[in-house]
């Protein structure tokens, strides 16, 4: 990092207007990993989540839900929204509810300094509104309904008709930023990733921004503005804002929250999925802008989770709690499979098949072998006691070779967001040990007294690499490290594994001979097609 600040990464915050699914939970974890490897590295961090209360999907959801909306997302928040942070074991700093004071209070101030800054007007507004994406739509947004549609213009996101508004509201002057967010991206070519995301953004600025209301008067379950409390603050301009309000914006001068402000602003990475990039990386930055605040270093947009080729959702009925897949696989193995499997930034699609048969070939019988194997050869040749690695011959050489590698690849992977890379890096190491293992033959080894030198080399070797690997996963897969961990003595002999720095993986030898190891539960035991 350039500077002193901390590394502070958003997820987006999630409507209350159902239960979580995959979709929302892929977002979480990828924030969640890339944070927790940035705590491996020794960074100051903050990593946030949260929910979007407001608007008219939420409203509308508790009424047909027959109870007020406050109740309604107290509810679901209590009971779904909260539990669905241990269930994917995510370990954020905050967690913000955009019905909370802190943000009503800020979210009034930040409209305030907006208005008083001459980028806010009243005027009568027209047109098109698709409550599934709570926004108003430009024409080249609709495409023409077709069968129990015909004759109507489809949000394409939603595939339902979309609503015709006539409020009177207030503007946002979004306009007068077209030239400065052109100006800005051209000098971050970094700041919207991935590129076909930065190209849309830049294409879609350059062909015209026109003003935006920022206020609704037929909506009665938002945040009133100060100045005509009559009308609510549109959602997404109450939503966008908990990325600051959380962080401490408008806090009191030198209360704890405005300190944080100071050390965490301007997020390093608002993570979204590609559906709402426009209000990232367009209206967003430019809202900050009209405050005079420091945009997001970088939105990052990644892909949907697809079910027969299209946005799983709630409302298609396709979505699948992420309760489904962990009660059976475990939460580590979801994390791994789901920033595995999809290339960060593409469309994935899901299937039961293909996460089964990756956690039997690369959790089960890759990783998870090689550890029950390693620590249970230490068990029966050697007492459990880690033997020394002295005389260390060209076959270790090259794994030595290969873990500075891994570490490398997956340090700038990790931190460029390009999960699959960071965790195929290691997978490319763990395949290494495997084959070294076959090769090296510690049973033969074991046979002859004359060679017992060559197999306290082969086993130390093995425990060592299995250290390294714990400390590589454990951002991805914290629960099954944490085993391992105290399996290679590393917890007894290094401490704790959050404490391990990316930079000293590689260093060889950090377990001193004698340390005590054991063979625990398995790492990923096998799951039965069946179940
Ligand atoms: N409330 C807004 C975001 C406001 S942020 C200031 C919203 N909420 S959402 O619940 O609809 O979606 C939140 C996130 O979940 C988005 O990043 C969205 O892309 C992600 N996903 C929802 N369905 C998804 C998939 N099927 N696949 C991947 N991500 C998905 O938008």
């Given at each position: 990092m350039a500077d002193s600040k901390a590394f502070y990464l958003t997820t987006p915050i999630y409507y209350v207007n159902d239960a979580p699914h995959i979709g929302h939970a892929y977002t979480t974890t990828a924030g969640d990993v890339a944070t927790r490897w940035r705590r491996q590295r020794g960074e100051d961090v903050w990593f946030l989540t949260g929910v979007d209360e407001h608007g008219t999907k939420v409203e509308r959801a508790a009424e047909a839900g027959g109870v007020t909306p406050q109740e309604w997302v107290d509810r679901l928040v209590e009971d779904a929204w909260l539990p669905v942070l241990g269930t994917v074991d995510a370990a954020n700093d905050d967690f913000i509810r955009t019905t909370e004071p802190r943000h009503k209070e800020r979210v009034q101030h930040f409209w305030e300094a907006v208005r008083d800054n001459g980028y806010v007007y009243s005027a009568p507004y027209e047109g098109p509104y698709c409550v599934g994406c709570e926004e108003f739509k430009l024409p080249g947004d609709l495409v023409p309904g077709e069968g129990e549609f015909a004759g109507q213009q489809l949000c394409?996101?939603?595939?339902r008709p979309v609503e015709q508004l006539q409020e009177e509201n207030w503007f946002f002057r979004?306009?007068?930023f077209q030239d400065r967010l052109l100006a800005h991206y051209e000098a971050h070519p970094e700041a919207v990733q991935p590129r076909s995301a930065y190209n849309e953004v830049v294409s879609f600025i350059r062909q015209g921004l026109v003003d935006i209301s920022m206020s609704r008067s037929s909506v009665g379950w938002g945040i009133p503005l100060t100045w005509d409390p009559g009308q609510v603050i549109y959602v997404w301009f109450d939503a966008l804002l908990n990325y600051a309000t959380a962080a401490?914006?408008?806090?009191?001068?030198?209360?704890a929250d405005a300190e944080r402000f100071e050390r965490i602003w301007p997020p390093d990475v608002n993570l979204v999925g590609k559906d709402i990039l426009r209000f990232h990386a367009v209206y967003w930055p430019a809202m900050l802008m009209a405050a005079e605040l420091e945009p997001p270093r970088k939105v990052f947009a990644h892909g949907w989770l697809l079910v027969g080729g299209e946005k799983m959702s709630k409302s298609k009925l396709t979505g699948i709690a992420p309760a489904q897949i962990i009660d059976t696989f475990g939460s580590d193995a979801f994390r791994y499979y789901f920033l595995r499997a999809i290339q960060f930034g593409q469309d994935g699609s899901f299937s039961w098949e293909d996460m089964h048969a990756r956690y039997t070939a690369e959790l089960a019988n890759g990783l998870g072998n090689l550890a029950s194997r390693g620590t249970a050869m230490v068990a029966r040749y050697r007492d459990g006691e880690l033997p020394a690695g002295h005389d260390l011959n060209e076959p270790e050489q090259a794994i030595i070779t290969a873990l500075g590698r891994a570490v490398e690849v997956a340090d700038r992977a990790f931190c460029d967001l390009d999960f699959s890379t960071g965790i195929v890096a290691v997978k490319e190491f763990i395949d290494a040990v495997n084959l070294y293992v076959t090769e090296q033959e510690p049973w033969v080894l074991a046979k002859?007294?004359?060679l017992s030198g060559r197999l306290d080399v082969v086993l130390n070797t093995i425990i060592e690499s299995l250290r390294a690997i714990a400390v590589l996963y454990n951002p991805v897969m914290p629960k099954a490290m944490s085993s391992l961990w105290e399996q290679t003595g590393g917890q007894a002999?290094?401490?704790?594994?959050?404490?391990?720095?990316v930079a000293d993986?590689?260093?060889?030898?950090q377990l001193a001979p004698g340390t005590r190891v054991t063979k625990g539960d398995a790492l990923f035991p096998r799951i039965d097609e069946a179940s």
């Open positions: 394409p996101v939603h595939g979004l306009s007068a401490g914006y408008g806090a009191e001068p030198g209360s002859d007294e004359s002999v290094l401490g704790p594994l959050m404490e391990q720095r993986v590689a260093r060889w030898g």
